[in-house]
Nanobody, 118 residues
Framework: QVQLVESGGGLVQAGGSLKLSCVLS????????MGWYRQAPGNQRELVAS??????NYADSVKGRFTISRDNAKNTVYLQMNSLKPEDTATYYC?????????????WGQGTQVTVSS
């Protein structure tokens, strides 16, 4: 069972920046893909950014503002969020996905709150 611990959320004014961190309980190299999701009250959880060993992808709403990265030595994934907008307010969740020949396993962190004031 992979455990994920997020940190870095908080309250920031519009236009500001935050950097989220997600630390894995085991080697990130054993994971096929990592991602950051977010969920605002009344909304479905949505994918914000994802990263594999070679590529990263972003939701259109955050392209050019958010950057996902990973540090294999620290078993950590980051989400740098710049030019934050009030609509970025949500609980942000870290996700790790491990795929085998027969199954896909998803692991989630507990979430970290990001609030952007106007």
């Amino acid at each position: 069972q992979v455990q994920l611990v997020e940190s870095g959320g908080g309250l920031v004014q519009a236009g500001g920046s935050l950097k989220l961190s997600c630390v894995l309980s085991e080697s990130i190299l054993s994971i096929n893909g990592m991602g950051w999701y977010r969920q605002a009250p009344g909304n479905q959880r949505e994918l914000v950014a994802s990263i594999t060993s070679g590529t990263s992808n972003y939701a259109d709403s955050v392209k050019g503002r958010f950057t996902i990265s990973r540090d294999n030595a620290k078993n950590t994934v980051y989400l740098q969020m710049n030019s934050l907008k009030p609509e970025d307010t949500a609980t942000y969740y870290c996700n790790a996905q491990r795929r085998t020949t027969w199954s896909t396993f998803d692991y989630w962190g507990q979430g970290t709150q990001v609030t952007v004031s106007s």
